[in-house]
Structure formats: C-alpha cells, structure tokens
C-alpha cells in the first residue's frame, strides 16, 4: 500500500487509532507508553522545527533591514547624483554662454576700438570716456550672459524632460 505524503501523516494515523482504541476501551499499559513515546519524539521535532523557524525568521528579518538601509543609501546617492547632474548642467551651460558671450565682447571691444574710440578722442576732451564705454560695455554683456545662461538651463531641463517622457 502506498504511504500518504500528508504532513505529519503517521502522527495522525497513530492518534485516530489510539481514539478508536478510547472508544472501545481496549487500551493497554503498551498503548499508553507507545502514543507518549510519540507524543514526546513530536514535541522534540516541534520545538527543533520552532527553533530552525526563529532563526530563519531573524535572517530573514535581519535581511530585510539590510535591504530596507541599503535602499535608503540607494535613495540619498540618487539624490546627490540628481544635484551633480544639474551641477554639471549649469557648468555646461555656463561655459557656452561664457564663450558665446567672451567672441561677443571681443567683437564690440574690437568695433569700439576700430569706430568708436578715434571718434571720440577727435570730438570730445573728457579723459577716460572710451574707458567708461568699455565698463558700460562689460556690465551689458555681463547682464546677456546670465539671460544667455538661464535660457541655455530652460534648453537642457527641456532635453531632459523629453528624455524622461520617451521612457
């Protein structure tokens, strides 16, 4: 006959016999110590079973805080790497607009020198007014440079914002 797999099968098997053997008041001395034998060797596996189950359950606890930490690391190193990104990004940005606008002063330095200075050295006897044109100068390129900058910032959130939608 083949033997059930049921769990704790024969545990059960012997305990239906030994109610049945209740009923019809046909138990023995050899009864009684036979279910307590058994009764004891399945509290012995009981408390083993229990005890394999409580450290399992304190790996399985200590895992998950491990995980649940390093997920918090994962997190903050996520953060850090969004602001170097946009770090990167305003440097990036910085720097084109920084050359876009150094050829642009370079060029009114330039005109200035070529049409604007000889003008007013003939016509006007105030010193250091070509100076004064070339501060004037510099504060309005360094105005069109940020304006420059924050336009070229808008561009790449843009790019990246296109980006994430595509994913």
Known sequence: M????ELYYDEIDSL?????KIETHAIYKEDLDSFSDEYEELVAQAKVITRVSDRLQKKLDNANLQIREQNEEIKDKNVELGKTIDQLAVAKVGRKASTIMLTVALVLFMLEQIFIEPIIEQNIDI???GLGILAILFFIIKFFEGGLEKYFLNQEKKKILEKEEKK
């Open 2 to 5: 083949e033997k059930n797999h």
């Open 127 to 129: 010193p250091y007014v």
């Open 16 to 20: 239906r016999k030994f109610r049945a």
